[in-house]
C-alpha cells in the first residue's frame, strides 16, 4: 500500500509542507471531511466507498485528505503514511476567530472593548487558572488556559487597531519566539551547556538585564502585582544582588513585618503569594465547616459569637 493521509482540521493553519510531495506524486487524491473549499483547492475528488479507497491504494501513489484521524476512511488505511498539521495549529483558527468577532458584522461587544475594559477579565481568569492548578483540576485547567488564551488574542487584536503603533498576533508571537531562542543559547546555538534549572534561572536573569539595558536591579518587576507577590519578587531580586536582611524595610507596623516576612521567604525559596492563599482556602474551608457544624444543630451560624464559633470549629491536625 502507498496511500498517504494528510490530516486537516484546521484549515485555517495550511498544509503541511511535508504532504506537497505525495500530493504531487499522487496518482489520485480525495478528500473526506473537509469543506468543498479546501477540496478544490487542494484539487481533491470526493473519496470513493471504504472498498474502492482501498483497493485503489493498492494499486499506486494515493492521497487522501482528511478532517480528523477517527475518520473511518482513514482507519480503512491502516498502513498508510500520516502527515499531520504541526503542534498549534489550530491556534491559527483562533486567531481567525478574534478576528471575525472583532471586525465589522462580528459581536458588537467585541467591536466596543479596549485595553482598560478588558483588563478586569484579564486578572480574572488568570486566578480562575491559578484555582484550577491549585485544585489539581484537569477539565477547568483545559478550559481556564483557553480564556487566559483568550485575552492575549484580545489584546493583540486590539492592538493591532491603535492609528500610530499598531501591531498583531504574529508581531507577538515573533518576539516571544525570539525571546526564548535569544535567551536559550545552550539549546539554540553553541553555548556551554546548562546542567541546573537553578543554572539556568541565574543565566536568564543575566541575558535579560544585558537584552534590555537595565538600570535597575528592580527594573522589571511588575509593580501591580499582588503585594505577597511583589514583596517576594523584590525581597528575591534583592537578595540575588547581596543586599542585607538588615536593609529591608523596618518597623513595626503590620506592612513593614509581612513585608519582611514575604521577602525572606522568596529568598528561601518559598512562594509567599502560593503559600499564603493555600493558608487562606484552608481557613476558609473551615469556617464552611463550622457553620455546617453548626446548622446541623440548629443553630443559625450568624447569631455565632466567639465561644460559638470555637464549640463548631473543626479540629485541626496536628503537623507530623
Given at each position: 500500500?502507498?496511500?498517504t493521509v494528510?490530516?486537516l482540521?484546521y484549515p485555517?493553519?495550511?498544509?503541511?509542507a511535508?504532504a506537497?510531495?505525495?500530493l504531487?506524486g499522487?496518482?489520485?487524491?480525495?478528500?473526506s471531511?473537509v469543506?468543498?473549499?479546501v477540496?478544490?483547492?487542494l484539487?481533491?475528488?470526493?473519496?470513493p466507498e471504504r472498498?474502492?479507497?482501498?483497493?485503489?491504494?493498492?494499486e499506486?501513489?494515493?492521497v487522501?485528505i482528511a478532517?480528523?484521524?477517527g475518520?473511518p476512511l482513514?482507519?480503512?488505511l491502516?498502513?498508510?503514511?500520516?502527515?499531520a498539521?504541526p503542534?498549534?495549529a489550530?491556534?491559527?483558527?483562533?486567531?481567525?476567530?478574534m478576528?471575525r468577532?472583532?471586525?465589522p458584522g462580528?459581536?458588537?461587544w467585541?467591536?466596543?472593548?479596549?485595553?482598560?475594559?478588558?483588563?478586569?477579565?484579564l486578572v480574572?481568569?488568570?486566578?480562575e487558572?491559578?484555582?484550577a492548578?491549585?485544585?489539581g483540576?484537569?477539565?477547568?485547567?483545559r478550559?481556564e488556559l483557553g480564556?487566559v488564551?483568550l485575552?492575549?488574542?484580545?489584546?493583540?487584536?486590539?492592538a493591532a487597531e491603535h492609528?500610530?503603533?499598531?501591531f498583531?498576533i504574529?508581531?507577538?508571537?515573533g518576539e516571544?519566539?525570539?525571546?526564548l531562542?535569544?535567551?536559550?543559547?545552550h539549546v539554540f546555538?553553541?553555548?556551554?551547556r546548562?546542567e541546573?534549572a537553578?543554572?539556568?534561572e541565574?543565566?536568564?536573569?543575566?541575558?535579560k538585564?544585558a537584552?534590555?539595558q537595565?538600570e535597575?536591579?528592580?527594573?522589571?518587576?511588575?509593580?501591580?502585582?499582588?503585594?505577597?507577590?511583589?514583596?517576594?519578587?523584590l525581597?528575591?531580586r534583592?537578595?540575588?544582588a547581596?543586599i542585607?536582611l538588615?536593609?529591608?524595610p523596618s518597623?513595626t507596623?503590620a506592612?513593614?513585618?509581612?513585608f519582611?516576612?514575604a521577602?525572606?521567604?522568596r529568598?528561601?525559596g518559598v512562594?509567599?503569594e502560593?503559600e499564603l492563599r493555600?493558608?487562606a482556602?484552608?481557613?476558609?474551608e473551615?469556617v464552611?465547616?463550622a457553620?455546617?457544624?453548626?446548622?446541623a444543630?440548629?443553630?443559625e451560624?450568624?447569631?455565632?459569637e466567639?465561644?460559638g464559633?470555637?464549640?463548631?470549629w473543626?479540629?485541626?491536625v496536628?503537623p507530623?
Amino acid at each position: 500500500m502507498t496511500a498517504t493521509v494528510v490530516l486537516l482540521p484546521y484549515p485555517a493553519a495550511g498544509v503541511p509542507a511535508a504532504a506537497f510531495p505525495f500530493l504531487g506524486g499522487a496518482r489520485a487524491v480525495y478528500a473526506s471531511g473537509v469543506s468543498e473549499q479546501v477540496a478544490d483547492l487542494l484539487g481533491a475528488k470526493p473519496a470513493p466507498e471504504r472498498d474502492a479507497l482501498v483497493a485503489e491504494a493498492a494499486e499506486g501513489p494515493l492521497v487522501l485528505i482528511a478532517a480528523h484521524a477517527g475518520d473511518p476512511l482513514v482507519a480503512a488505511l491502516p498502513q498508510a503514511r500520516i502527515v499531520a498539521q504541526p503542534s498549534g495549529a489550530c491556534l491559527v483558527e483562533a486567531a481567525q476567530v478574534m478576528d471575525r468577532l472583532r471586525s465589522p458584522g462580528g459581536c458588537p461587544w467585541d467591536a466596543a472593548q479596549t485595553h482598560e475594559s478588558l483588563r478586569q477579565y484579564l486578572v480574572e481568569e488568570t486566578y480562575e487558572l491559578l484555582e484550577a492548578i491549585e485544585d489539581g483540576d484537569r477539565t477547568a485547567l483545559r478550559e481556564e488556559l483557553g480564556d487566559v488564551l483568550l485575552q492575549v488574542l484580545f489584546h493583540a487584536r486590539v492592538a493591532a487597531e491603535h492609528p500610530d503603533d499598531p501591531f498583531d498576533i504574529d508581531v507577538v508571537a515573533g518576539e516571544l519566539v525570539a525571546k526564548l531562542v535569544g535567551r536559550h543559547p545552550h539549546v539554540f546555538a553553541d553555548a556551554a551547556r546548562i546542567e541546573t534549572a537553578e543554572h539556568q534561572e541565574v543565566k536568564w536573569e543575566e541575558l535579560k538585564q544585558a537584552e534590555k539595558q537595565r538600570e535597575s536591579l528592580v527594573d522589571g518587576v511588575a509593580l501591580g502585582q499582588p503585594a505577597a507577590a511583589l514583596a517576594g519578587k523584590l525581597g528575591h531580586r534583592s537578595g540575588r544582588a547581596g543586599i542585607p536582611l538588615d536593609l529591608l524595610p523596618s518597623g513595626t507596623d503590620a506592612a513593614a513585618q509581612l513585608f519582611r516576612i514575604a521577602a525572606t521567604a522568596r529568598r528561601a525559596g518559598v512562594d509567599p503569594e502560593g503559600e499564603l492563599r493555600a493558608v487562606a482556602k484552608r481557613f476558609a474551608e473551615e469556617v464552611r465547616e463550622a457553620e455546617r457544624n453548626a446548622r446541623a444543630d440548629g443553630v443559625e451560624p450568624s447569631t455565632l459569637e466567639a465561644d460559638g464559633w470555637r464549640a463548631y470549629w473543626p479540629k485541626r491536625v496536628s503537623p507530623q
